[in-house]
């Protein structure tokens, strides 16, 4: 409350009569009326009586003497409707510097993540005060794709949005692949390989055999999803071996008059092949699959435990870590000393962990350029 003003002429008053006082003489009594008025008569009320989201709860309840407030929301909530009143009808309301109507309902739209709203209220004397109000809406958390389309090949099975590995087997005359996968949220961040897929999708260069492409989904909130496909492409025609079917044995005409047997053709064998072998075995040997060499032979983590115990055909593994481990050192082991290993496209075997509970580590063994392997390791925090 405002101290009360003096009257000056109230105290000549007071002073005179005091004097008079003392020589005995009566006076007449006075009386003044003072300028000073309470706080309730001199200042207006500049305060919110209600502030509420229409179907939310706010953190605490609200009170008009409490100034900071928050709300948590689902990523799928776009927008929310604000009521803010003031029990003060001539008090003046604006949310983030837009007047608004006293005891109105707005609708304002969300991003993901924090959005603040500024509420200021003012009386026409010139007070005021302000309230904050900051509404979170969670991050889109889907990491699916929605098609994965080829330049050249078919994918096999049939695209699914919750099938994660394929296979596509191409011709010798294809040197490369563009891929083009689509997520299902714009949101999200899509990479082949190393590489951030754009609307044109990425162009990957294929040696003769197997290759593995890994297609990574990464949310708006950070969780990652690996789509996998196994591409064969297949070796030149020149390379075959033997051909479908022998070639025809001519006998010489100077053998031609020899007794049946007495004479052998020579017969013409690849020099890759024994001769001695009969075709059939030729054959059978030749068509054997080549065993890959682009292998581990072991694979350890600083810290975690692993869903299942390690093995050399063995591609995909879980680890679980501790909340609190932001760092992880692998050391893998190639199964071939010549082999050539990356971590995540790097030769270091230290790693960052993501801020959230799961971060997806690529281990990519090459042997020769037809030789190439990809272990995957999926690190889960501990809740």
Known sequence: M??????????????????????????????AETNTTTVQE?????????????????????????????????????????????????????INDRVIVNGSIGTYTLQTGENKFIISVKNGNGS?????????REKNANNFLQSIELSKGELSPKFSSDVNDYKVNVPNEVPAITFKPTAI??????????????????GVSLPVGQSDIMITVTAENGTMKIYTIDVTREKA?????????????????????????SIQPNIKTNNRTNATQPISQQQSSLNTEKVSKALLSSLSVS????????????FTYHVTVSSDVDEITLEPIAKYSSSEILIEGETSKTIKLESDKKTIISVVVTYDDDDRKTYVLVFDKET
């Open 2 to 31: 405002k101290p009360l003003k003096s009257n000056k002429a109230l105290n000549v008053m007071l002073v005179i009569s005091l004097a008079w006082l003392g020589t005995g003489s009566p006076i007449t009594s006075a009386y």
């Open 42 to 94: 001199n200042q207006l009320a500049s305060t919110l009586s209600k502030l509420e989201i229409e179907g939310k709860e706010l953190d605490q309840k609200f009170a008009a003497d409490l100034f900071e407030y928050t709300a948590l929301v689902g990523n799928e909530v776009e927008n929310i409707k604000l009521l803010v009143d003031s029990s003060n009808t001539d008090s003046s309301i604006t």
């Open 128 to 136: 005021s005060n302000t309230y904050t109000l900051t509404v979170t």
């Open 185 to 202: 949220e714009a949101t999200s961040t899509i990479k082949v390989n190393y590489t951030v897929a754009g609307k044109d999708g990425v």
């Open 237 to 261: 025609a020149g390379d075959k071996a033997v051909e479908d079917t022998p070639a025809e044995v001519k006998i010489p005409a100077e053998n031609q008059n020899n007794k049946q047997g």
């Open 303 to 314: 810290e975690g435990t692993f869903d299942s115990p390690f093995t050399s055909n063995e």
